[in-house]
C-alpha cells in the first residue's frame, strides 16, 4: 500500500508549450485525493496564456473531463524563476489522471515552459 504521506508523481515533464497536447498518464488507482501543482518556468510572446484541463479514464483510451485548472494569464516569472500558478484539488476520480492543454493564447508566438506535478494521498 502506498505512503499515507503522499506520492508525487509528475502530470508533464518541463516543456515549452506551444501547441495543443497532454501529459502522461498517472496510474492513481490506489489514491482518494490529488493535488495538482501547475509550475511556469519561463515565457515568451505578448501576453501568453494557458488554459488546461485533467482528465480522467478507465483504461488509458477513453478521457473525460473532470476539471479545469485556472488560466495561467501572462505571469510574471519571480528571481527564483518558478512561478507557481495553480495547486488545485481533486477528489472523486478514476484510476488514471492526466493533464490536457490546448495552444496557448496570445499574440506574438505565446509560448508557456510549464511543469506539473501531482501529490497523492490515500
Not at 8 to 36: F, Q
Not at 73 to 97: C, E, K, M, W
Request: glycine share 6%; with cysteine.
Amino acid at each position: 500500500m502506498p505512503p499515507r504521506d503522499g506520492t508525487v508523481r509528475v502530470m508533464l515533464a518541463s516543456t515549452a508549450i506551444t501547441v495543443a497536447g497532454n501529459g502522461d498518464p498517472i496510474d492513481c488507482e490506489d489514491y482518494t485525493e490529488a493535488v495538482i501543482y501547475v509550475v511556469v518556468t519561463a515565457k515568451s510572446g505578448t501576453s501568453p496564456t494557458l488554459d488546461a484541463n485533467i482528465e480522467t479514464s478507465h483504461n488509458e483510451t477513453d478521457w473525460h473531463h473532470i476539471a479545469d485548472i485556472p488560466q495561467v494569464n501572462d505571469p510574471t516569472i519571480p528571481a527564483s524563476g518558478r512561478y507557481v500558478h495553480a495547486v488545485y484539488q481533486l477528489t472523486n476520480f478514476g484510476p488514471f489522471i492526466r493533464f490536457q492543454y490546448p495552444a496557448p493564447g496570445g499574440s506574438s508566438t505565446p509560448s508557456l515552459t510549464t511543469e506539473v506535478r501531482v501529490a497523492l494521498k490515500n
